[in-house]
């Protein structure tokens, strides 16, 4: 008995080859850039842009820069909680849109309270409808969201007869996006206020597990418990919640509206922060915090480009490149696990 403990203990061991830890170091390596990865490439940016242009540091340039960003922060927010269970909504840019001329035509015969109350309540109730039709009714997320896109805004171009809307500068309605607090408009910090929250949401509850689960294996998570369809009507909620607020945040800080006010450009901007961001396109995965560091970096690429002159043609070259790129690590990372 003692000798054949003896041999199997003294049994030689098989050494590792270089080629069989090559999986994992990718893995490691791709959990690395999920975890920090766009903190890197938005800090040698940062400090090429302070090189490059002496008034890209300047304090109100900064703040300009987040107040822009400030209703697509939000989107992206939320939209990053339907990317994470395994959605897409391209509706968010034609939400945006009709929210813009639903606050603004009630902004100028109602209060500021009731004109943002009835704004939020369209864009969660469009939410809703997507929800609805994407579980229930099982039809593809990406045509869903794309076909509601051109049915809200038909709808946007109705209800504002294809006009510009102008608010008055005077109005109660001007001081929801534009109030300074502490030498900040108060549109970035309704942001912020959106930001933290959804981000606790997704990683300090347990319906953000069920939203993990939900994207990771949607079958796997009904087989627990998990009500995967009602957790994805609630993220199609929020997304076009964020949507309608944020098209009321622009309407406020710009005083003006319009249907047609770049809803196709909006969406792809939400998708590409959202992305390069690292939140998986195939679910699962993400992280409100890295979608907002995503979304400063491609403001601050554009902002290179007008602080440099450069030619805007190529900021469009260069965020197709960027998204991409932030689409093929994806998926070269979710091959690398299979």
Known sequence: MSNQTTDQTNEPTVPASPVSSGPGNALRFMRSWRTAGIGIPFLVLFVALSIASGPFLHAQNLINIVDQQAATLCIAAAGTLVLVTGGLDLSVGAIYGLSTVVVGNLAQHQSPFVAISVTLAVGLFVGLINGLIVTV??????????????????????????????????????????????????????????????????????????????????????????????????????????????????????????????????????????????????????????????????????????????????????????????????????????
Not at 173 to 198: C, D, G
């Open 137 to 338: 009714f099982k039809i593809n997320a990406l045509i869903t969201t794309l076909a509601m896109s051109f049915v809200i805004g038909g709808i946007a171009l109705k209800v504002s007869a294809g006009n510009l809307i102008v608010l008055n500068l005077n109005s109660n309605f001007y001081k929801f996006a534009n109030t300074m607090v502490w030498r900040v408009p108060s549109a970035v910090l309704m942001m912020l206020l959106v930001v933290i929250v959804l981000s606790l949401l997704l990683t300090r509850t347990t319906f953000g597990r069920h939203m993990i689960a939900s994207g990771g294996n949607a079958e796997a998570a009904r087989l627990a418990g998990i009500r995967v369809n009602r957790v994805r009507i609630i993220t199609f909620v929020l997304s076009g919640g964020a949507a309608a607020l944020a098209g009321a945040i622009d309407t406020s800080r710009l005083l003006s509206a319009q249907a047609a006010g770049g809803g196709n450009t909006l969406a792809f901007t939400v998708l590409a922060g959202i992305v390069v961001g690292g939140t998986s396109i195939a679910g699962g995965e993400g992280s409100v915090w890295r979608t907002f560091i995503g979304v400063l970096f491609i403001a601050l690429v554009g902002n290179g480009f007008v602080l440099e002159q450069i030619d805007p043609l190529y900021q469009q070259i260069v965020l197709g490149i960027i998204l991409l790129v932030a689409v093929g690590l994806d998926a070269w990372a979710r091959q690398r696990r299979r």
